[in-house]
Nanobody, 115 residues
């Protein structure tokens, strides 16, 4: 079956960095658009960044210049490097795999930015 397993979340001080990773199995990883979404308490889930099969990327305006998404098709992983973190980046971060009508989610990993 399809599994997306996130790792790398945690507590970090404002201005700090974290790197999230998502390991995928059960899909032909290279053809999927891979994305990171986040959901803060009381808010809707929102797209943070996505990387398509051709390696083109898309970022939310709020993270441009601070976050970088990358993928490794040989390892079936997608990563999100998060720098200059702000308290408003606090949320549960979810990995997503999307291809036509197939759409899958990971279980989420908590990122907390606080002093």
């Amino acid at each position: 079956q399809v599994q997306l397993v996130e790792s790398g979340g945690g507590l970090v001080q404002p201005g700090g960095s974290l790197r999230l990773s998502c390991a995928a199995s059960g899909i032909i990883f290279s053809i999927y658009t891979m994305g990171w979404y986040r959901q803060a308490p009381g808010k809707q889930r929102e797209l943070v960044a996505a990387i398509a099969s051709d390696y083109s990327t898309n970022y939310a305006d709020s993270v441009k210049g601070r976050f970088t998404i990358s993928r490794d098709n040989a390892k079936n992983t997608v990563s999100l490097q998060m720098n200059s973190l702000k308290p408003e980046d606090t949320a549960v971060y979810y990995c997503n795999a999307d291809f036509r009508r197939a759409n899958y989610w990971g279980q989420g990993t908590q990122v907390t930015v606080s002093s």
